[in-house]
């Protein structure tokens, strides 16, 4: 979906909905320089464990740029896909209005949309095609085209399934948490159908024996529950899912995903209020 440079404040509901959830995000840019924190700089490659800090991790290599507001939102399966992959990513942050616009005008946003990803010399945009290019790059897709189609059916379902939860900025709590829990909610259609996958899989990933990108749009749709609601009432919600926590488990210890979502996220991110007031101010809404 794409916005026109100035948004009525009444349009406000559907217009972020198409931005920030499953289907598109839309932005602009400005003429201002960016403004870029923390770079993350780790080689790609096989999936270690660590015992080091966070910045004794960090090593020379190509770098992947990814560009979006300091916050999840539509941006955070790639972040954890890159994590995952062990590979190094520079953050560039969207703070600002006249900052979107400049973004635009680069010629680097081929449908005026984000999160962009810069890879490979090329500018990906749109959140399910980069996630399969990121995928088919790292070694997360299968190369069964029955197995491809039950990955790209779970990443279309957990994308559907953290649409509530992109959304917890711009609504009320109490919306939110009826939203997951909801017959078509994460809650009762997404995390049972899951669980019987894993069953039936036999194994700790929802598609044979290694992990692939549906595993980690799954883990991310159940990380993002756990930011926003805490860690206890995330384990509550798992005891009736011990597979699903098994998967979550196995995910997180790929690559630097654990010490993304534990050390440098929390350094890197707006609060939710701020995170909110950004979005919409650089939107041209505020």
């Known amino acids: 979906?794409?916005?026109?440079?100035?948004?009525?404040?009444?349009?406000?509901?559907?217009?972020?909905?198409?931005?920030?959830?499953?289907?598109?995000?839309?932005?602009?840019?400005?003429?201002?320089?960016?403004?870029?924190?923390?770079?993350?700089?780790?080689?790609?490659?096989?999936?270690?464990?660590?015992?080091?800090?966070?910045?004794?991790?960090?090593?020379?290599?190509?770098?992947?740029?990814?560009?979006?507001?300091?916050?999840?939102?539509?941006?955070?399966?790639?972040?954890?896909?890159?994590?995952?992959?062990?590979v190094k990513f520079e953050n560039e942050w969207i703070t600002g209005r006249e900052q979107m616009l400049a973004l635009v005008s680069s010629g680097k946003l081929a449908y005026e949309q984000v999160p962009l990803v810069e890879v490979d010399g090329l500018n990906l945009i749109q959140t399910i095609p980069t996630t399969i290019y990121l995928a088919q790059k790292y070694g997360f897709y299968p190369e069964d085209v029955k197995d491809q189609w039950v990955t790209n059916a779970a990443v279309a379902a957990a994308a559907d399934a953290r649409g509530p939860l992109v959304m917890f900025p711009f609504s009320e709590q109490d919306k939110t948490t009826a939203d997951l829990d909801a017959p078509s909610g994460l809650w009762s259609r997404y995390a049972p159908k899951w669980e019987s996958m894993l069953d039936d899989s036999k194994s700790t990933f929802l598609v044979g024996q290694k992990p692939m990108v549906g595993d980690i749009y799954v883990f991310e749709v159940l990380d993002f529950y756990r930011h926003v609601y805490g860690p206890e009432a995330f384990l509550e919600k798992m005891k009736a899912f011990p597979k699903l926590l098994g998967l979550h488990d196995a995910v997180l210890e790929l690559g630097y995903l654990k010490a993304w979502r534990d050390e440098e996220r929390k350094k890197l991110y707006l609060d939710w209020p701020d995170y909110k007031v950004t979005v919409l101010k650089s939107l041209g809404r505020m």
Not at 20 to 33: E, G, I, N, Q, R
């Open 1 to 86: 979906t794409t916005f026109p440079h100035t948004i009525p404040a009444t349009n406000l509901g559907s217009p972020l909905l198409l931005l920030l959830s499953v289907t598109a995000a839309a932005c602009w840019s400005t003429p201002l320089s960016f403004q870029v924190s923390n770079s993350l700089r780790i080689r790609g490659g096989s999936f270690p464990s660590y015992s080091s800090s966070f910045s004794e991790r960090v090593i020379m290599g190509e770098v992947v740029k990814v560009t979006y507001w300091a916050g999840r939102g539509k941006c955070e399966p790639l972040r954890c896909i890159l994590a995952a992959a062990n």
